[in-house]
């Protein structure tokens, strides 16, 4: 149901890895859509960094939708680890990276320490995209 799945699902070759409550990565038939755990930060870590580092060739983009939902599943803490580590995964790489956050979900605080982990970002609201920061 998401925007972002709705809006990309038609075009081919992109893998959607969609958050479950199973242990281990899985695909789903033929779809592109892969079940990844929830709660295994190990894991996940470790399907970030394969999606990176196959195929250095092809050029690569990482849309994760969306950084509140990981902040309300597993605390703020847990997830600014994670996305330090995901920072650390793809800067070893050529890779464009985009990671949504609702903003009205959180606390200036909040938003603020996850806006310090990336260089360039984005708005958007009723009046459009706009740049908020260059990286």
Do not use: W
């Not at 464009?96 to 982990?117: G, P, Q, R, W, Y």
Request: net charge negative.
């Amino acid at each position: 149901g998401s925007p972002v799945y709705l809006l990309l699902k038609d075009i081919p070759g992109l893998r959607f890895f969609i958050f479950s409550d199973n242990s281990y990565p899985k695909k789903t038939g033929d779809s592109p859509e892969v079940m990844v755990p929830r709660n295994d930060y190990a894991v996940l870590l470790n399907v970030m960094d394969e999606a990176v580092t196959n195929s250095p060739d092809r050029p690569k983009a990482i849309i994760f939708d969306n950084v509140s939902s990981l902040i309300l599943d597993a605390g703020f803490q847990e997830c600014y680890k994670f996305l330090r580590q995901v920072n650390e995964i793809l800067s070893h790489g050529d890779v464009i990276s985009e990671f949504l956050v609702l903003s009205k979900a959180h606390d200036d605080k909040t938003m603020n320490l996850i806006k310090n982990l990336y260089t360039g970002q984005l708005t958007y609201g009723a009046t459009g995209l706009h740049v908020t920061k260059q990286g």
